[in-house]
């Protein structure tokens, strides 16, 4: 056995949603059975890590009845953490039958979402000076070991030296802002055939803003784009137990915001670091389905 490591996180996270949300639905006789529905949603999401500690220790070799302190950017350090992101939406949705048995119906919708985050991180280190080797005995080392080991005399006499190893990308303010409608026919062709089809609409304003809290170059995310999202489905039933179902749509996907952020997170199982692509963009996918539909009973 040349060396053994060993890698220790102190870790208090607390997280808070409160969330409003209200909704109706109204029935228009006077309009063949129109419905029209709608609803607003206001929320507040907060994350706080108040000061996670990583501490790494090494015993080089069997002879060595000492864990020493490693001298590196992931031991001694203390992180800090606040997030604070607030968000409205609303949606509205109308259906209007075309005709009085209601086998044509049109419908018409639009939604809202508007996000906005605020992110700030600190990281600060405590590291040994060259030719001090700070640590615990083998008897003594245990969870117990980092109070034993980052004692205020050990600043005092310089053994230990405090250092801000914050980043310049270690706050940033971030929006995310979909504006999005549709309109769609639902058709019933036949007695066993039904068509599904409409378009829809989305404006996508995306943003990544570093607030520069040292110095440093570091770009910024943005993500702008107005896309068209159609779709269609045809449904034919076979029986009024069996239906065959074919469908074609467009849909997309968006980077979220810790993906497109430049700000840089330890992962301590994995021992890696991640840091989020300021260069992402949307996901555009083109989806088709064709598939069998058999319900035993008719409860399923």
Known sequence: ????????????????LDLGKLSGSHELRALNQARLAWSAQI?????????????????RDLGDLVYRVNVDADSGRHFFSDLVENGIAGTLDYTQPLDLRRTVKLKAGGVVSLRHRDFESRRFNFFPRPGVSLGCTLEAFGPGCPDQTFQPNAIDSGELRFEERTFASDQYRSELDVFAGYLMTDVRLAPALRLVAGERVEKTHQLIETKAFVPGNFDDA?????????????????????????????????????????????DYYL????????????????????????FPTLRE
Request: aromatic share 6%; net charge positive; hydrophobic share 30%.
């Open 1 to 16: 056995l040349d060396s053994q490591v060993f890698g220790a996180r102190l870790k208090y996270a607390s997280r808070g």
């Open 271 to 294: 021992g890696r670091t991640t840091t989020g692509n300021t260069e992402l963009d949307l996901t555009r996918v083109t989806n088709l389905d064709l598939r069998l539909e058999h």
């Open 222 to 266: 943005r993500v702008e784009s107005t896309d068209l999202l159609p779709s269609a489905s045809l449904i034919f039933s076979a029986s009024e137990r069996t239906k065959l179902r074919s469908s074609a749509t467009r849909t997309l996907a968006r980077p979220q915001l810790r993906e497109l952020a430049p700000f840089s997170f330890n």
């Open 43 to 59: 929320s507040r999401a907060t994350r706080d890590e108040p000061d996670t500690r990583d501490v790494g220790y090494t015993r």
